[in-house]
């Protein structure tokens, strides 16, 4: 921003205020400095201006005075003639005009505005591109991804923006402040070296011992703002070592040929239950601490996502922030578009990334579960079963439990639609009846999409996908419903907290569906509990399974103990299979 002369004004969303920053720099009188301002839009031209005057006087007479008092040693006399003024063009603009007026109308026409500060002209930028935050991680691993994890911006298009990496030549230099509205000098980059020009870089073994620095250049199709400077803390460290997904990642290297598309279903174990003292000393004590922290296990997961190369990306238990701070704008670079479904109890959710490159979107529908049963007719049969055990609707119906949906249409076959569920089920050792009841609520919640889409679409196929965590091993009834199609009233599961016994309720669906990964022995691998939880159901009479991904092996699993563990982010493991549209 230095030496660009330029007044960037911005007006505050849904507020009546606006901001007006500039850096002021007269070497005549020796003042370089960011000027930052909030102002009311309903105020005039001449208070706006005047405050400007003020407070650019203060800062010129302290610079003054001290010239004076070195040299002539009069420091009581008030030495600065501060004159500000706005023009459009060659005209002075009217003190009495309103300065939402001026600035965010188009009584003045585009780029003619311009600030004079003490003889010094400065074009006036209305509403350009602009970065209110940015800031980079606090854990940084050779290996593994790094990016801007906070970026507060305003009227930019990232894809237009520039990104610029740039590593210590040092293995200790000053800190420049975070974010910096500066751009680099000549003589700063004597002390760094430019190592990437994208969003997201992946630090170099040489970088070990380094710092880094990102500068970006906000941009949109019509404007550029002000570069902005922020730099590490911490410097970059090695990695953990080999991690097992990336043997998964032999099999990924190549996106999907386009008659196929690869779906990933992965429960990343939300910081908000592995950040608890209980987690940390009892339920994963084997793990060593900073590996637990999602600023750690964050690098792992996003480098072993970005790693399977998918079309369809379901993930369970996401906290919001960091879908919107690290799964979008990363997995973004990828070309993925993300939905986001929040529990109504907790911060944490399901997440769907799809590939716009292979789907349009048509259509994404959010519920929770319990919510459904009671205020869906769809749900009424199982509604009036429920009801008849007051503590077991209390139960279901105080769940956060979510589900996904999205609607999908291939691009390459516009008349193939794809309905993809994404949920999480309920996990307590005495809720197989809950998880069974939620099996029945989301295969009615999905059909009733289903339904709605033939009707509207006689002439196209439909198809059904749904993944996730359901917290239920093969034997259990979630499994039987959904690849038998039917789960009779007599059924064990039914029973699995007698109090709460569900009575006379048989559930079936009407979908030929299989587990596209098959029964894994581990999809979940602890000390205290490992077995098959996850899965991928496809529709067997409209998609085929092409290719599995093969698991990591029970000796990976087992190298530190358990996972998650520093190589495995997460106490599950991803599950991924390629699919393809029967003809």
């Not at 500039?22 to 930052?36: A, P, W």
């Not at 049969?381 to 769940?399: F, P, S």
């Not at 496809?538 to 698991?551: G, I, N, S």
């Amino acid at each position: 921003m230095s030496g660009s002369k330029t007044a960037y004004v911005h007006l505050i969303t849904g507020s009546d205020k606006f901001k007006v920053s500039f850096q002021y720099i007269n070497e005549s009188v020796n003042v370089n400095r960011q000027f930052n301002f909030e102002r009311r839009s309903e105020e005039t031209i001449q208070c706006f201006l005047a405050r400007v005057t003020v407070n650019l006087e203060k800062i010129v007479d302290i610079k003054l005075k001290k010239k004076r008092k070195k040299e002539q040693n009069d420091e009581d006399k008030k030495v600065a003639n501060v004159v500000v003024q706005l023009f459009s063009g060659e005209d002075t603009v009217p003190d009495s005009e309103l300065c939402k007026d001026v600035f965010f109308t188009n009584k003045y026409p585009f780029g003619s505005l311009k600030l004079k500060m003490m003889g010094i002209d400065y074009n006036v930028a209305i509403n350009s591109p602009w970065i209110d935050q940015m800031t980079l991680p606090t854990s940084i691993m050779a290996g593994f991804p790094v990016y801007t994890n906070c970026f507060e911006t305003k009227y930019i298009d990232k894809s237009l923006s520039s990104f610029i990496w740039m590593k210590s030549r040092n293995k200790s230099v000053d800190k420049v402040s975070s974010p910096s509205q500066k751009s680099s000098n000549k003589e700063d980059l004597n002390n760094w070296s430019v190592v990437g020009e994208s969003f997201v870089y992946i630090p170099a073994t040489a970088d070990i011992g380094h710092k880094l620095r990102l500068e970006c250049t906000p941009k949109n199709a019509t404007a550029i703002g002000p570069p902005v400077l922020c730099e590490t803390n911490t410097v970059v460290e090695a990695g953990p070592g080999y991690c097992p997904f990336e043997n998964r990642h032999a099999y990924t290297r190549q996106s999907s040929s386009h008659q196929r598309f690869r779906v990933v279903s992965y429960n990343i174990l939300a910081d908000v239950y592995s950040s608890t003292s209980f987690a940390q000393s009892e339920l994963f004590g084997y793990c060593p601490t900073y590996a637990l922290n999602i600023d750690y296990r964050k690098q792992l997961i996003l480098k072993e996502l970005l790693g399977y190369n998918a079309d369809l990306v379901c993930l369970q238990e996401v906290e919001t922030k960091l879908f919107e701070s690290d799964l979008v704008p990363v997995l973004g670079e990828q070309g993925l578009v993300g939905v986001h479904a929040k529990k109504s109890t907790i911060r944490e959710g399901v997440s769907t990334f799809y590939s716009p490159s292979k789907f349009k979107l048509l259509d994404t529908q959010e519920v929770i579960l319990g919510e459904e049963l009671v205020n869906k007719s769809y749900c009424s049969r199982i509604l009036a079963t429920v009801e008849k055990n007051t503590q077991l609707k209390e139960r279901i119906t105080g769940l956060g439990t979510t589900a996904l949906a999205l609607t999908l249409e291939n691009n390459e076959k516009p008349g193939e639609i794809l309905v993809v569920g994404n949920t999480h089920f309920y996990f307590h050792p005495d809720a197989d009846h809950i998880r069974l009841l939620q099996g029945g609520i989301l295969i009615a919640f999905l059909s009733d999409i289903v339904d709605s889409i033939k009707a509207k679409n006689p002439g196209k196929n439909v198809s059904l996908l749904c993944c996730g965590d359901f917290n239920s091993v093969p034997e259990c009834g979630i499994y039987k419903l959904m690849t038998e199609n039917h789960v009779p009233a007599d059924f064990v599961d039914w029973r699995s907290k007698p109090e709460e016994e569900v009575k006379e309720l048989s559930l079936s669906q009407p979908y030929k569906m299989q587990s596209a990964c098959g029964t894994p022995k581990y999809t979940n691998f602890t000390v205290g509990f490992a077995d098959c939880l996850d899965y991928i159901y496809y529709q067997t009479d409209r998609l085929k399974v092409e290719a599995v991904v093969p698991l990591p092996s029970e000796e990976e699993l087992r190298q530190h103990t358990a996972i998650p563990s520093v190589v495995f982010p997460s106490d599950h493991v991803a599950l991924i299979a390629d699919l393809c549209w029967l003809p």
